[in-house]
């Protein structure tokens, strides 16, 4: 049953680390594990999806580790893209966001997501991922100019109206 609740949820988590909804799943199902093997350690006078979503989260982080190694180091300005769209930015859909974010090399969606989304601090992020905190702001600095860019590329009249 907490499977069924929560995968909605979770995957949603997931999704935004991983490059592709394989990768979103196991990342899950391995968060679902740890979460299944310490269950006598959760709190239940505390919310679970906090204690869910920083699982997730970590096993995010485990799995880039795991998969370093595997990394592509693109340099900015290296992409191109044949497909050009015209939607403002707030007809955008989840696919559309997520082809963006997926657009980052991986250290930078993952240090981009730690920061933007899931509200950690550099010295936190630098911690989980065993970099230095600027290392961590260098990352999140050229995540936001590859996001700029390849949004300018794709949307290049809505670029100008939000700028």
């Not at 693109?74 to 559309?96: A, C, F, K, S, W």
Request: charged share 30%; net charge neutral; aromatic share 14%.
């Amino acid at each position: 049953m907490l499977y069924e609740r929560y995968y909605a949820y979770g995957i949603g988590i997931c999704y935004r680390y991983a490059y592709n909804r394989e990768d979103a799943v196991e990342i899950l199902n391995d968060g679902f594990m740890n979460v299944f093997d310490n269950l006598q350690r959760y709190n239940s006078d505390r919310p679970f999806k906090p204690w869910f979503r920083k699982i997730l989260v970590n096993k995010a982080i485990d799995y880039y580790r795991k998969n370093k190694r595997h990394q592509q180091t693109e340099q900015l300005g290296n992409e191109h893209t044949e497909v050009y769209h015209t939607e403002p930015i707030y007809n955008m859909d989840r696919d559309d966001l997520m082809n963006l974010l997926n657009g980052l090399p991986e250290a930078q969606r993952l240090v981009f997501n730690l920061y933007e989304i899931e509200g950690y601090a550099h010295d936190e992020i630098g911690g989980m991922l065993k970099m230095s905190p600027n290392t961590s702001r260098s990352y999140l600095a050229r995540a936001k100019q590859r996001l700029r860019m390849k949004y300018k590329e794709l949307y290049p009249d809505d670029y100008e109206q939000i700028i």
